[in-house]
């Protein structure tokens, strides 16, 4: 195979992220305790309350902290100085975690790396992300990394426009058919869709269809991309 151009997401495709939201999550609907809502609505509206966030302040834990805190305040209010330290503090569980990887990803990316160009290209907040990246050691599998505030298509048309990549041979590898799949199969590129079982909910989409002269691979697995490439 000639040497292709691939970017690789990193949040639940390289190693676990969307489980520490869950579980922090989890503390802070049993610590709101409502009588009427079930966990279930607790959880929609918080979803709900998220898209607000994210559309204010971006991608990231700064976001999270901002739903919980606008959560609490929307169904148990008034959120006292007390209760939003004790709100933050469920998001700030999630800070510097260690990074738990994905089944083979060391191994595969070094795979990988020795026949083609890999370019890790990532969503959220800049000192976040870097930090996630530099915790997981795998820096030196890629010869670029990115950190973009959102996946759409305009985004991968600037990196691929940065980099001087070409359409036929790049493809985008991720979890989430909202920001890797669908957006990069919008602006031209292959893409190469693996599932996670724990995605976000707020990145679940209905899978496009790779237009012509474009493909769409999906494998169960990272490592499985060492039989495609
Ligand atoms: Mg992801």
Redesign the pocket.
């Known amino acids: 195979m000639v040497a292709q151009t691939l970017l690789i ?5 390289l190693w676990e ?1 969307n489980v520490y939201f869950k579980r922090a999550i989890a503390k802070f609907i049993s610590f709101l305790n409502h009588h009427e809502f079930s966990p279930e609505q607790v959880r929609e509206v918080l979803n709900d309350v998220e898209r607000e966030c994210i559309a204010k302040h971006g991608y990231g834990l700064n976001s999270f902290s901002h739903a919980l805190v606008d959560t609490f305040e929307c169904l148990s209010p008034p959120v006292t100085p007390e209760l939003h330290a004790q709100i933050l503090g469920f998001a700030s569980l999630i800070e510097n975690h260690p990074i738990e990887m994905l089944p083979e990803v060391p191994e595969t990316l070094d795979y990988l790396r020795a026949r083609h160009k890999l370019i890790l290209v ?1 969503k959220g907040a800049q000192a976040e992300q870097r930090g996630k990246i530099e915790r997981s050691g795998l820096k030196c599998y890629f010869a670029a990394t990115e950190i973009v505030p959102e996946k759409n298509p305009a985004t991968y048309h600037s990196l691929m426009e940065k980099h001087d990549f070409a359409f036929h041979s790049t493809w985008m590898v ?3 058919p909202k ?2 799949i669908n957006p990069a199969l919008a602006a031209g590129l292959h893409a190469v869709f693996i599932p ?1 079982g724990d ?1 976000w909910i707020l ?1 679940h989409e209905e899978l496009a269809a790779a237009p012509e002269s474009q493909e769409l691979l999906i494998v169960g697995k990272f490592a499985e991309l060492r039989e495609h490439f």
């Open positions: 997401d990193a949040d639940d495709t992220n990532t991720g979890n989430s920001s890797d996670h995605t990145e």
